[in-house]
């Protein structure tokens, strides 16, 4: 296909509105893409390298580390780039293989696959994954103080989930891990995977006082296979340092063209206010056919918003697909999207009826009020044909 009629129909998907699936992933900006290929060219030296287009692409990189560690209020010494948000999770997880002996992992029942694959490997191990439920939507203080003991070594909790866009209260789930560490006399690892938080919701990584936290490029409209991990302090230890690239946190060549692509990507405007007008569009208009919310109306990210219909999920969304629209029916970044959708929704105590006709509608931000209408519109039309 041409060129200039791809492009044009891109911009179209996100403007002219058929494309609804941005908490699987996003479109990359015309800007971000911009930064990638002008900084593939110009360069393209390896930013270890002791030469002067190696000295040239390491001052990129480090550019690029400290905006984006000042965007999110933190030293970029604490910044790691890693190729996502998983292989960031994937760093503090497989540190834990490190210890002496196996201990106890608490996670929320509504974490990242990335997050919730390591039981697995963990468990295999002797160590004990425990997960909390998290009723409504949010985990509580009580359940974690409750579930918290001596032989915990890693706590984790997300910050906004991607599957209903509810924001969880950080502050006081770290504020229960820190009086545990003083009982204890023992360090907690906190934990908080941040990835649709970013760009979206208004936070500060050192206000939020977690030890690390996890990014990626690929759902604020940066290219994928770029993400980033936080440590607060940077003692981990890895699995493998390789060539030593990140300070031994992450080694490997620096992916600097998506690097700064990520920058360019995060400074961008995410457009909260018109995501924020869109959300509550579509929520009033489903809400007034009788269509049931699974998103929460408060502590909740405004980009993404899930709701039930007595119609199963893989039905809507093809129906939904035979019109030319893309929402989807859970986390549709993995396999088995459904499947993965349906463990969250029944952590937050919905029914599996609820959970099986689960459908999610996530935002940039860019799309059109009557673009939201006409969708809301479609949805309400394959309902009601389905209830008559
Ligand atoms: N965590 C959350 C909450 C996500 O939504 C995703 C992406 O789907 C990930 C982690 C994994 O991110 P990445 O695709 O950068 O590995």
């Known amino acids: 296909m041409d060129k200039r009629k791809i492009k044009r129909q891109n911009r179209q998907a996100m403007?002219?509105?058929y494309y609804f699936d941005n908490a699987a992933t996003t479109l990359i900006?015309?800007?971000?893409?911009k930064t990638y290929t002008e900084t593939a060219r110009d360069y393209f030296g390896n930013p270890s390298a002791a030469?002067?287009?190696?000295?040239?692409?390491h001052a990129c990189l480090e550019e690029c580390r400290k905006d984006i560690a000042g965007y999110l209020g933190i030293r970029p010494s604490s910044l790691f780039f890693t190729s996502g948000a998983t292989e960031a999770i994937s760093i503090v997880f497989s540190s834990l293989l490190h210890a002496k002996r196996p201990g106890r992992v608490i996670t929320s029942a509504i974490e990242h696959e990335a997050v919730l694959g390591w039981k697995g490997i963990l468990t295999e191990l002797g160590w004990k994954f425990d997960t909390l439920r998290a009723k409504g939507g949010f985990v509580k203080a009580e359940d974690l103080e409750a579930a918290l003991d001596e032989d915990v070594r890693l706590v984790a909790v997300q910050l906004v989930n991607n599957v209903t866009g509810a924001i969880q209260d950080i502050p006081s789930l770290v504020n229960v891990v820190r009086k545990?560490?003083?009982?204890?006399?023992r360090r907690i690892f906190f934990f908080c995977d941040s990835v649709q938080a970013l760009g979206k919701i208004q936070f500060s990584l050192s206000g939020l006082d977690v030890d690390g936290a996890s990014f990626s490029?690929?759902?604020?409209?940066?290219?994928?296979g770029i993400g980033a991990l936080y440590l607060k302090k940077g003692d981990i230890q890895v699995l493998s340092k390789a060539g030593g690239q990140e300070r031994g946190v992450r080694g490997g060549t620096e992916n600097?063209?998506?690097i700064a692509a990520f920058r360019t990507a995060l400074l961008e405007d995410h457009h909260r206010e018109s995501a924020e007008r869109l959300c509550s569009r579509l929520r009033s208009e489903l809400e007034g056919a009788g269509i049931r919310m699974l998103s929460p109306a408060e502590q909740h990210s405004p980009y993404i918003l899930s709701f039930t219909t007595p119609l199963p999920s893989e039905v809507l969304t093809r129906m939904m697909a035979d019109k030319g629209y893309c929402i989807s029916s859970g986390s549709a970044c993995s396999n088995n999207a459904r499947g993965k959708a349906e463990g969250v929704i029944l952590a937050m105590g919905f029914s599996s009826k609820d959970a099986g006709g689960a459908i999610r509608v996530s935002f940039c931000g860019e799309e059109s009020e009557e673009s939201v209408s006409a969708l809301?519109?479609?949805i309400i039309r394959a309902v009601s044909g389905f209830r008559r």
């Open 15 to 17: 403007t002219a509105g």
């Open 29 to 33: 900006s015309e800007a971000a893409l």
């Open 51 to 57: 030469h002067r287009e190696g000295a040239k692409a």
């Open 180 to 185: 545990a560490e003083e009982r204890y006399g």
């Open 217 to 224: 490029a690929h759902k604020i409209r940066g290219p994928r």
């Open 256 to 258: 600097l063209p998506a």
């Open 376 to 378: 809301a519109e479609e």
